[in-house]
């Protein structure tokens, strides 16, 4: 009798490095709940800002006035912008460079919409910082990405 041979044909696919893994992981945390959260304040924003209204006349919550100062369409782009920076990850996940610009273009239009719906001078220095260092460490892994 003829034994089955238990080594299957192993495809010679490209292993992903352990530090885009956890860049991956980290931005599909972080720009997951970002865009549920923006998306929904966006979907019901009305309410929200009456919630947001009762807790800052009790406790006044650094961030909430954010909310209060925004529109819901800064919270429409912000979803955009977060949802953009997910499919960037998620190509990169599968090892495509096209994520790493898909990236870079929506972490640039993270850091200046702020700018753009609440007039500011000067974007904020940590956006700038946090998106900067992911980019950088995105862009170290472009030589496992096709």
């Known amino acids: 009798m003829e034994e089955l ?27 997951g709940m970002n865009f549920i959260s923006s998306l929904m304040i966006a979907l019901f924003y009305d309410q929200f800002t009456i919630i947001a209204e009762s807790i800052n006349k009790s406790f006044h919550l650094p961030g909430l006035e954010m ?12 979803a955009l912008i977060y949802m953009g920076s997910l499919v960037g990850a998620i190509l990169m996940w599968k090892l495509k460079k096209t994520g790493f610009h ?10 200046i ?15 700038i910082i946090l998106s900067s260092i992911f980019v950088i460490l995105y862009g170290s892994n472009l030589k496992y990405m096709s």
């Open 102 to 111: 898909i990236y870079t273009i929506f972490q640039f239009l993270l850091i």
């Open 113 to 127: 919409s702020p700018m753009y719906f609440f007039h500011l001078s000067i974007p904020s220095f940590l956006d």
């Open 67 to 78: 909310i209060l100062e925004g529109r819901s369409a800064f919270f429409a782009t912000s």
């Open 5 to 31: 041979q238990a080594n299957p044909v192993q495809k010679n696919e490209p292993q992903r490095p352990s530090l885009l893994n956890i860049l991956c992981i980290l931005t599909f945390i972080g720009s």
